[in-house]
């Protein structure tokens, strides 16, 4: 099964760390890496919700607003798209990934995208 | 023999072993659920007029593979977009293999209890959720009952329980045993699964009954079953064996009073005025016997927590009289799992009773500052104070707890003890 | 060039009680939009449509601060949720919008986020904790 792994942690959670924290956890994510391997479909880091733009069908047109789509406490900050048997197999590798975070892991429907 | 009272015994003692022998054969939930269901009723009906098979079990499992078959044809088309559960290949097997023949081997069904218990207890699902569906589908509990147990309407807990099936497949949940490193922190979720059903059935926060014992009957019944299946699968290992020990030593010390907790009239009976005679001694004796077997320092804080709380009951199990009741310890317990909980707002209030009965009314008086924020809507924190300040022989501010208290009550049985309480006031 | 991820968050019970007629206008507008992207020199390098929020799981550290907790998802409780995703290389990020918008017109709302170079160790990796 396909599962999205999203990640969500304080905005201000990377800039407040101790350069050493900061080792750990680029530290943690090696280690995910090398633990799940060719598993890991994709995965990417995101630029800080500042930069996000929203856009929205508003009475017939498109809205463009700044940020993101919804104001939460904890941001998305990346994700990792991962191939596994089952989710218990998911659960497990999340365990290995920076413990400040919140994880959420969603399955994937297969979407057949057209050439 | 009667054929319904054989049902009746053969559904308790049969149904989660069927059933997780289907669900390793046909992966759907549903589908083992109903066919399993429907087997039980054609035997109502053929049972009464051809006599009880020689092996019942293998008739129901026989039954019900082939219905379920019928309806995966029936349905062919749609399902192919059911999504299935996660099994493994030798699961599978054996599975096939068990129904293949099932009369030849009656005694070696496998028993797939463990592994169905622990897919329906997962943390994925929402824990009243879990509950639900484990009691639905290891012991057999009823749709019906169930929403009648968890004070929900049919539909309600249909819903609930469809959602929940629905989940542990298209999450990927996988029916398997869960991997060694994990099974202790899977069996802490099956305790907590176990011990949600449980509190439901016996503190009820509104409705009728001052104790729904059935629920809190069958809770202990998937505990035991759950504890006996650990064991002897896993060799009674340390970990797993005794993880369920001090959770089935709490509910059983507690259920042991429940014939005494409500009077002729359905009306609630507090602890010290029950007729200790009512106790179900032989439960407390289970009880004070587990808790003598477990060694506290050894336990996870969740099991600390729930060896704490036995403790408790048990210091009330031992006390002859109400006047035999070893306040201090239970004091001293409470002030344990006070710090425990991290200030819990309910375990003070019950800390903040036993304080009272150690060092006086005004030592528990002071213990309930700041409650009333914690617990607006509790009827328990002004019921607490009146009574304390009624000792205390401060009748006026007493009376007027008392109101608040029975202003909040949601339990007809518990709002008419307040009432009665306060009528005694002066009096 | 730069990497975009665009989410797509929705109401969704709306597209589970969507008619089979709404839902094949609904993959038409995802397969309209794929088609203008790769038209328009902007590559679509991964996505996923996503199961209801219902059926997430969520993994944190346990309160405790020793291992981790499991629990029923998903992790906010907002009215949209994140229905889907892509990722996507483009080096117009004006056109991209402009494409987004066709998409935002037939119902989508889109929420477009740059990606960090990891190779660029001075930023932060996939997510940082506090």
């Not at chain 1, 920076?98 to 959420?104: A, F, H, K, V």
Request: glycine share 8%; net charge negative.
């Amino acid at each position: 099964m396909k599962y999205l792994i999203l990640i969500a942690y304080p905005p201000d959670g990377w800039s407040k760390a101790s350069p050493e924290q900061q080792q750990r956890w680029m530290a943690d994510h090696g280690r995910f890496h090398d633990t799940v391997g060719s598993a890991i479909l994709g995965g990417e880091a995101l630029a800080g919700p500042d930069t996000a733009t929203t856009m929205r069908h508003v009475a017939g047109k498109p809205v463009l607003t700044d940020g993101p789509f919804a104001e939460t406490a904890e941001m998305i900050g990346g994700f990792y798209l991962v191939e596994a048997p089952d989710l218990d197999t998911v659960t497990g590798w999340c365990e290995i990934l920076p413990d400040g975070y919140s994880l959420e892991i969603r399955p994937c429907i297969t979407v057949d995208l057209p050439d | 023999m009667d054929t319904s009272t054989e049902l009746e015994r053969i559904w308790r003692e049969e149904w989660g072993r069927l059933l997780a022998l289907l669900v390793g054969r046909f992966r759907r939930l549903d589908l083992a659920e109903d066919a399993l269901a429907d087997a039980f009723e054609a035997a109502a009906r053929s049972w009464r007029a051809d006599g009880i098979p020689t092996n019942p079990a293998a008739w129901l499992l026989t039954s019900a593979r082939r219905r379920a078959l019928d309806r995966l044809r029936a349905e062919a088309v749609a399902a192919r977009t059911v999504p299935l559960l996660i099994v493994d290949a030798r699961t599978q097997d054996e599975a096939h293999r068990a129904m293949a023949d099932p009369g030849d081997a009656p005694c070696e069904l496998a028993d797939e209890r463990l592994r169905l218990a622990f897919l329906c207890a997962h943390p994925a699902l929402a824990p009243e959720a879990a509950a639900a569906l484990t009691l639905r589908m290891v012991l057999g509990v009823s749709t019906a009952d169930l929403a009648r147990l968890f004070l929900v309407a049919e539909p309600t807990m249909a819903a609930r329980l469809t959602r929940a099936r629905k989940k542990l497949a298209v999450a990927g949940v996988s029916f398997a045993l869960p991997a060694p490193e994990r099974l202790a922190s899977r069996v802490a979720v099956l305790g907590t699964v176990a011990y949600l059903a449980f509190t439901a059935g016996y503190a009820p926060g509104s409705g009728p009954d001052v104790v729904r014992v059935e629920l809190a009957g069958e809770a202990i019944r998937l505990t035991r079953l759950l504890r006996s299946l650990l064991a002897s699968s896993t060799g009674g290992a340390p970990v797993t064996a005794t993880g369920l020990d001090p959770l089935l030593a709490l509910m059983l010390l507690q259920h042991s009073r429940r014939d005494a907790r409500v009077d002729a009239d359905g009306g609630l009976v507090l602890l010290p005025a029950q007729d200790r005679g009512r106790w179900r001694s032989d439960e407390i004796a289970e009880g004070l016997g587990l808790l003598r077997m477990i060694e506290p320092s050894r336990l996870d804080p969740q099991g600390y927590q729930l060896w704490l709380q036995a403790a408790i009951a048990a210091e009330h199990a031992r006390a002859t009289t109400p006047s035999a009741t070893d306040w201090p310890r239970i004091a001293e317990l409470y002030a344990a799992l006070d710090r425990h909980t991290e200030g819990s707002p309910v375990v003070r209030l019950a800390r903040a009773v036993a304080v009272a009965e150690a060092n006086g009314p005004l030592a528990g008086l002071e213990l309930l500052a700041g409650l009333d924020q914690a617990l607006p809507s509790s009827h328990r924190v002004p019921g607490v104070r009146a009574e304390l300040l009624a000792r205390a022989g401060l009748a006026t501010e007493a009376a007027s707890a008392y109101e608040q208290a029975i202003a909040l009550c949601g339990n007809d049985a518990e709002r008419r003890h307040l009432i009665a309480q306060r009528a005694k006031l002066g009096g | 060039m730069a990497t975009y991820v665009i989410f797509l968050p929705g109401d969704e019970n709306a597209w589970a009680a969507a008619t089979p007629e709404e839902r094949k206008q609904g993959y038409a507008a995802h397969a309209e939009f794929a088609r203008q992207l790769q038209a328009r020199g902007h590559q679509i390098v991964g996505g996923a449509e996503l199961t209801h929020s219902r059926e997430a799981t969520v993994v944190r550290r346990s309160p405790s601060g020793e291992g981790t907790l499991i629990t029923d998802g998903p992790f906010a409780e907002t009215a949209e949720q994140i229905t889907g995703f892509y990722l996507i290389e483009s080096d117009d990020r004006a056109d991209l919008l402009d494409i987004c918008a066709d998409l935002v017109m037939a119902g989508e709302t889109v929420e477009l986020r740059e990606t960090t170079e990891t190779t660029d160790t001075t930023r932060e990796p996939a997510g940082s904790p506090s």
